[in-house]
């Protein structure tokens, strides 16, 4: 039998039964002792989370990181939330400025906790900014390589991968697929949707901090074609989900962007 995930501290139980009602697999009964552990767990954390009275240790994970519940902190008003998700734009220019590592580090803190399927939390998140100028010099290097492959394959994203290429051969300054962004985030996951969770929740990170932000499925397709770059970037073992170019805006944008009409069902 496993052992047990869940540790109830008797001294701080007051015997509500709450993480025993909370617990989404039924890996806590009550008995006339208190909650105890029976199995099954998907250490998710709600018992932790739910209790009153801080009596539940899940050892096994980052303790450390629990925060307790404070209103004062939960003052994010709804309607500048949906404005700041307005106002989010897909960033193609950025300032000439890298990001402090406390932000880069917020940003990852906030895909890594977003949901995951059946709570695997198996997503990845490789940040590189220092490293990114070696990262493009040995991705240019691997153009031809990377064109090649797209040929036999006959991609459709050939002929866009040739004019990059071309581009960055002939115009100076400008860098084509990177647009100068000072650091790329790697969202590293087996599970599509956990990791669009999880890249979701760091685009909304970097919009909170206005910072600029570029979804790049053309990087996501080629960065693990380029030979020997998932080796260098320790990841070969790894599914390369979504690549997530950030940095400073150097664009700014005065109104939002006109979408599709809304076409909602409601009933
Ligand atoms: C999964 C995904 C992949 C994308 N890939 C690219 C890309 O490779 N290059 C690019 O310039 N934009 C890319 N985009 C940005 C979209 O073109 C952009 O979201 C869309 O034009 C709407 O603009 P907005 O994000 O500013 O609202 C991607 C967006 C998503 C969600």
């Not at 008797?10 to 552990?37: H, I």
């Not at 209103?71 to 700041?84: E, G, H, I, K």
């Not at 240019?140 to 006959?154: G, K, L, S, T, V």
């Not at 073992?237 to 997530?244: F, G, H, R, T």
């Amino acid at each position: 039998m496993e052992g047990s995930r869940v540790v109830i501290q008797k001294d701080f139980c007051v015997g509500c039964g709450l993480c025993v009602s909370d617990c989404p697999s039924s890996a806590l009964r009550m008995t006339d002792e208190g909650p105890a552990y029976v199995g099954r767990c998907l250490e998710c954390g709600h018992c932790v989370a739910v209790c009153p009275t801080n009596a539940v240790v899940m050892p096994q994970l980052d303790m450390g990181g629990v925060v307790e519940y404070d209103p004062r902190r939960f003052q994010v008003d709804p309607a500048c939330l949906l404005n700041t998700m307005k106002f989010r734009r897909s960033v193609r220019f950025y300032a000439n400025k890298p990001l402090p590592l406390p932000l880069l580090t917020q940003l990852l803190e906030a895909g890594r906790h977003a949901p995951t399927a059946k709570n695997t939390q198996a997503t990845r998140f490789v940040a590189v900014q220092a490293d990114l100028p070696e990262l493009k010099t040995r991705f240019w290097a691997a153009m031809p390589q990377i064109i090649e492959q797209m040929q036999r394959e006959n991609s459709p994203a050939l002929a866009a991968f040739e004019r990059f290429l071309h581009v960055h051969d002939t115009q100076e300054g400008k860098d084509p697929l990177f647009f100068n962004a000072p650091a790329i985030i790697l969202v590293l996951s087996d599970n599509m949707w956990d990791a669009g969770l999880a890249a979701g929740n760091i685009e909304l990170m970097a919009a909170a901090n206005q910072l600029g932000l570029l979804h790049s499925g053309y990087l996501k397709r080629a960065l693990p074609a380029a030979p020997g770059l998932c080796e260098w970037l320790g990841i070969e073992k790894e599914k390369l989900a979504c690549v997530l170019l950030c940095g400073y805006p150097g664009v700014r944008y005065t109104r939002t962007a006109p979408r599709k009409p809304a076409e909602f069902t409601i009933r």
